[in-house]
């Protein structure tokens, strides 16, 4: 039986962005940082991290829990599908980033008592 798993391996490039199969077994997309041989030199080993996760979910995952074809931004079908399966949770760092960055206005109740009192003021 020929061994499929070195020209496999040529397909997988670091720095792309694949859906990869979690440990969970959920899809979610990743970008290949690293890759380094596995199983005495017969397979690689891939080092991951999961978009929209903390770099300390990043993992090393096998070749077979990696979707072949690359992601790209402007296909919404596959991404979308997969990656609405994935879970992702947002710290309060990103929520932060996130607001200021689209101007997200803060209730008065998330306000402290004097800027809330000065922003109702001002309207």
Known sequence: MPDKNPGEAEDVEIGGTYMVRKADDNWCLAEVIQKRPADGGKQFEYYVHYENYNRRLDEWVLRDRIIHTVYDNND???GQELGDNCERKITRNQKRK????NHVQKTFAEMDPTTAALEKEHE
């Open 76 to 78: 919404h079908e596959n």
């Open 98 to 101: 996130h607001d200021e960055i």
